[in-house]
């Protein structure tokens, strides 16, 4: 049973324009999310987080949005450039600290 | 700073054989987590540890894998008799303390034939 949830297992847009990866969760004991992000032949490095009191958080080019009634959040890139070009892990956690991933999704984005 | 190391980076081994994962967490973090990651499943936490003490292995398969701490700067995951359904790239994960700091090490990439 997956209870986080990346149902786009891949994602093509245009440089300068926005990528939009989403994520959808089914646990309420979550309270903190995190996304991840991976380079072949590399680990997952950490991006952008957000606690379960927030529902927006910005780091630069990179936001992370959190719907908790639809169980959902999003990470916006704009604008999106080829070095963004990973896998993008969405990951979630609740007391117990354990991280919960997605499975991923491939953003790929053309010069 | 070194990161976490991982080694060996690639193992391929036959069907029954023993396979032996290492991992070097930061120095100074007291988390230790093995995750593995299989087209199918995504990442899956195995196991993790805090000051060298397994907090939850839950996430082990079965019987067949174990994982020691034997000290604050190394950690093994051992697969005795492996299995061609074990091929996976295995990830060591250290953080401060129990929190969200994962930093992961570049993985082992495990093919069992």
């Known amino acids: 049973d997956q209870q986080v949830k990346q149902n786009s297992p891949s994602l093509s847009v245009q440089e300068g324009r926005i990528s939009i990866l989403n994520c959808d969760y089914t646990?309420?004991?979550?309270?903190?999310f995190l996304w991840y992000k991976k380079y072949p032949a590399e680990g997952p490095t950490f991006l952008i987080s957000?606690?379960?009191?927030?529902d927006k958080n910005e780091d630069g080019r990179f936001t992370v949005f959190l719907n908790k009634s639809a169980k959902h959040l999003s990470l916006h890139i704009v604008p999106s450039q080829p070095g963004d070009s990973a896998v993008y892990f969405c990951?979630?956690?609740?007391?117990?600290?354990?991280?919960?991933f997605g499975k991923g999704t491939l953003l790929t984005v053309n010069p | 700073d070194a990161g976490v190391i991982q080694s060996p980076r690639h193992e391929v081994t036959e069907m029954g054989q023993e396979v032996t994962l290492r991992c070097k967490p930061i120095?100074?973090?007291?988390?230790l987590f093995w995750y593995r990651q299989t087209m199918m499943r995504g990442l899956e936490l195995l196991i993790y540890?805090?000051?060298?003490?397994?907090?939850?292995d839950s996430g082990m398969p079965e019987d067949r894998f174990s994982a020691k701490m034997p000290n604050a700067s190394f950690s093994t995951l051992k697969i005795q008799p492996s299995e061609p359904r074990d091929s996976a790239v295995y990830f060591c994960?250290?953080?401060?303390?129990?929190?969200?700091?994962?930093?992961f090490g570049s993985g082992t990439r495990l093919t069992v034939v």
């Open positions: 120095s100074g973090h007291n988390s």
């Open positions: 957000i606690s379960s009191i927030k």
């Open positions: 994960a250290s953080s401060p303390q129990l929190n969200y700091g994962y930093t």
């Open positions: 990951a979630a956690s609740g007391s117990n600290y354990k991280l919960t």
């Open positions: 540890f805090n000051n060298n003490v397994p907090i939850d």
């Open positions: 646990n309420s004991m979550f309270d903190y």
